[in-house]
């Protein structure tokens, strides 16, 4: 209990427990679309707007906001019309746009940036403006989940299924990217590119064969996230360890307990 006498660590464990919520909602949705590697490419890619921005001297978040837009929309018209080669020109968006920030940021005079705190973000050094902007994302969030349930759940599991019932597919589908996007941006400034990868895959991926319902497996997501959030800050605080870092040891321990457990179970079942 001695972690919350502190302000810093207030702040960053509100800052965890909101960036679980989010990933936990996010997350679900781009596991049941099986747009997984899509998520990474537009993490890896905000680079190329961090890049810009240090070059150029203008506003980062932006920048990367402006950068990762495009990105991502790129990424949703080439997984939409042409799947079978989607992985592949994602990957090249993916790197040109890591390649494009680290060239900007070396050729920019006077800056020394550390591209270390961009992988594993500053959680510890969290704003009060930082936390109302993640609170924002979050009620943003729930409320296109809660307009557009229905239609979300037709279009994961079956797209001709919910094009029959009059769903617009490609148009929400670009309309999730686009949030993908900025919820990445957003918090990746926060927690990280490793750490908004590691929330939005881990915990969705465990608890998708534990639910019952897409709504159910957003709280499951979003409880076990903020549970690896805390667990991996105590772990910071007790043994004086980096904090992004021990939260995504804590999320792909349990990963890899979860996925011995369920072949364990398997091998019994037969």
């Not at 921005?53 to 402006?66: E, H, Q």
Request: aromatic letters at 12%.
């Amino acid at each position: 209990m001695s972690i919350l006498e502190y302000e810093f660590m207030q702040h960053a464990i509100a800052a965890g427990i909101l960036a679980s919520i989010i990933c936990g909602i996010m997350g679900s949705l781009i596991v049941v679309n099986r747009i997984v590697f899509l998520s990474g490419g537009i993490a890896h890619a905000a680079y190329g707007g961090i890049g810009i921005a240090y070059y150029f001297k203008w506003p980062v978040m932006l920048s990367t906001l402006g950068f990762s837009f495009i990105a991502s929309m790129l990424m949703a018209a080439v997984t939409f019309k042409v799947k079978h080669r989607a992985d592949t020109i994602i990957g090249v968006i993916w790197a040109l746009g890591m390649a494009i920030g680290i060239i900007l940021i070396d050729l920019t005079p006077g800056y020394n940036v550390d591209l270390m705190s961009y992988l594993f973000g500053s959680i510890l050094t969290v704003s009060k403006s930082s936390l109302f902007v993640m609170l924002g994302i979050t009620i943003l969030l729930f409320l296109f989940v809660v307009f557009y349930y229905n239609e979300l759940l037709a279009a994961s599991y079956d797209e001709e299924f919910a094009q029959v019932r009059g769903v617009r597919v490609k148009q929400l589908y670009f309309i999730l990217i686009g949030m993908l996007g900025l919820t990445i941006v957003m918090i990746i400034q926060v927690v990280g590119l490793i750490m908004v990868i590691a929330l939005l895959t881990i915990p969705p991926f465990i608890m998708e064969n534990k639910v019952k319902s897409l709504f159910q497996m957003m709280i499951g997501a979003s409880v076990l996230g903020a549970f690896f959030t805390l667990t991996g800050l105590w772990m910071s605080y007790r043994f004086n360890l980096t904090s992004g870092a021990s939260i995504i040891l804590v999320a792909g321990t349990v990963f890899l307990l979860n996925l011995l457990v369920n072949r364990a179970q398997k091998k019994l079942q037969v």
